[in-house]
């Protein structure tokens, strides 16, 4: 049997998915999941996630050569990024004029977007923002977790959502068993576990590349592709993961440490 998530500071906490390939999150806290995709396949099956698609590590954002081992289209990347102090005051200035409650519901909303209230469940958190958005939310099995969560979801308010995820029995009991396939941990009672470093998901909807986050203010609209491009083109590395690179690196910080995932069809053999 998983470990069980436990309740520390009050809030259920995961154990902590830890990190991968590098490339140069409240009552709840579970396992920080491991950016790696045998962990996150593995997890995907047991949520829902037709087994049609399969994660893959990135290795390089710029190398042709290795670009190439990635199947493509890429249906959505999940990145841990590390908080630095610039990514830090640019997310306190993005978010600051937004409500605290954020509005979006109901079929118009343009992304399914959910608040994180588990303790370093940002891992589960980020897979389910790219599985539930984009094409992958055609991939979902019938009746799966994945599939009652996305139609149950689409009505509800941010805290609605948000209790939905705290109180899933099967989310939490996925979420341990799979923490225990890689390099994860349990946080410390500090709450110091995660490091610094967030799981954001991006992917494509309605012909923008969407930023999304479960300790952010909302989705976050980081601009157009057009039809034939994907989230491993080279204009929404720009304006996803590469505005991050370049606000470190206009502030003349050093640590571009991250960590990439992206998630395609599975390429039969």
């Not at 009652?148 to 009505?155: C, L, P, Q």
Request: proline residues 7%; glycine residues 10%.
């Amino acid at each position: 049997m998983p470990p069980q998530a436990e309740i520390i500071n009050g809030k259920k906490t995961f154990t902590i998915l830890g990190t991968s390939f590098l490339l140069s999150c409240p009552r709840h806290s579970n396992k920080l999941l491991e950016n790696n995709p045998e962990v996150f396949n593995a997890l995907s099956v047991k949520l829902g996630l037709s087994p049609d698609l399969e994660w893959h590590d990135i290795y390089s954002l710029t190398e042709p050569s290795l670009l190439s081992l990635i199947p493509r289209p890429v249906l959505a990347l999940l990145v841990i990024m590390p908080l630095t102090p610039a990514w830090r005051a640019n997310r306190v200035d993005e978010d600051k004029d937004k409500p605290v409650i954020y509005p979006g519901k109901g079929p118009q909303e343009p992304v399914l977007w959910f608040q994180q209230t588990i303790g370093e469940a940002c891992g589960s958190i980020g897979l389910i923002h790219c599985v539930l958005n984009g094409p992958a939310k055609f991939h979902l099995v019938g009746g799966s977790w994945l599939a009652r969560i996305k139609d149950e979801a689409v009505d509800l308010g941010m805290d609605e959502r948000a209790k939905l995820l705290y109180d899933s029995h099967e989310l939490e009991v996925a979420h341990q068993s799979v923490a225990e396939m890689g390099d994860s941990r349990m946080p410390s009672l500090n709450g110091e576990g995660h490091t610094g470093q967030h799981f954001v998901a991006f992917v494509k909807e309605g012909g923008k590349l969407w930023e999304l986050e479960g300790s952010r203010r909302g989705p976050l609209d980081r601009g157009v592709l057009s039809e034939d491009e994907d989230l491993l083109g080279p204009r929404a590395i720009e304006l996803g993961i590469g505005r991050v690179i370049e606000l470190e690196s206009a502030s003349g910080g050093g640590d571009l440490r991250f960590s990439c995932i992206a998630l395609t069809k599975k390429v039969e053999q």
